[in-house]
């Protein structure tokens, strides 16, 4: 693996992050719902400090996923239609393409992360409301970022539709966060194949539930330190996953 190659290629994708006229309209989105969180908030009595912190991680997470998954597949397909990924690849090996491009959108991410915690701290110590946990709050979405990424750049290496990919990526962050719920339903209701179907789907899906603790912090809770080293664990191997199906469906395909 060129570690070389991979660093040029993740700064070139983390200077195409930052110059995406996206990512500015979706931080002033994400200030825009920072606001009517806090008008929200204002008719909750006696819990405004939870729906503030609440209602702030959700609209970090959302705007999250919106701005990065947009901006991966954007770019990636834009690049084989001007032609710019014949020449990333002749410059650079295709394992330092992947990598690159993925590490290079996690860093994006998480500099929009780190926007988005400033602004809602800011928020949440004007009314009182700020505590440190909210770091490990925006970690754990850190941890989704990155596992709905490596899916995004999965489907745009097979599919030759940019609007597709897109949605299949936000299916599988809806489906992924939802999939547990869906599970006990299916199995207290459903049919006996039924059951069997959906648990090899829920067991194939990111089990994204293992990294929603946004209503525990704001019950003022803390995972323990076992989790979030087992959750950290848990989306590194999820991603190494997808990466590695990248490079080969990658490898495979003519540009």
């Known amino acids: 693996m060129n570690m070389k190659g991979i660093c040029s290629v993740s700064g070139l994708t983390f200077k195409e992050g930052l110059r995406e006229r996206i990512f500015h309209g979706i931080f002033i989105l994400f200030l825009f719902i920072l606001f009517l969180n806090f008008l929200l908030s204002q008719m909750a ?7 503030l912190c609440d209602v702030g991680l959700a609209g970090i997470e959302l705007t999250g996923i919106i701005i990065l998954l947009y901006f991966l597949v954007n770019s990636f397909f834009r690049e084989k239609e001007t032609k710019m990924l014949e020449v990333y690849l002749v410059r650079f090996s295709r394992v330092s393409f992947i990598w690159g491009r993925f590490l ?3 860093l994006v991410a998480g500099v929009f992360l780190l926007l988005g915690l400033i602004s809602l701290s800011v928020l949440l110590f004007l009314n009182n409301a700020f505590y440190f946990s909210l770091i490990l709050g925006v970690y754990f979405i850190f941890l989704k970022l990155l596992i709905i990424l490596a899916f995004g750049l999965l489907f745009s290496t097979f ?6 990919a897109y949605l299949l990526s936000l299916f599988v962050y809806i489906a992924g966060s939802s999939a547990h719920n869906a599970l006990e339903i299916v199995s207290h209701r459903g049919s006996k194949i039924s059951q069997i179907l959906f648990k090899y789907f829920y067991y194939l899906l990111p089990n994204l539930d293992r990294l929603e603790i946004k209503l525990m ?8 330190i076992s989790y979030v080293l087992s959750a950290t664990l848990y989306t590194l191997t999820y991603i190494c996953f997808l990466l590695i199906v990248s490079l080969l469906v990658f490898q495979k395909r003519q540009w």
Do not use: C, D, F, W
């Not at 009595?45 to 729906?51: L, P």
């Not at 599919?159 to 597709?164: C, D």
């Open 45 to 51: 009595y006696g819990e405004r400090e939870k729906v």
């Open 104 to 106: 290079g959108a996690s």
């Open 159 to 164: 599919i030759s539709s940019q609007t597709l």
């Open 217 to 224: 912090l704001t019950y003022g809770r803390l995972p323990p």
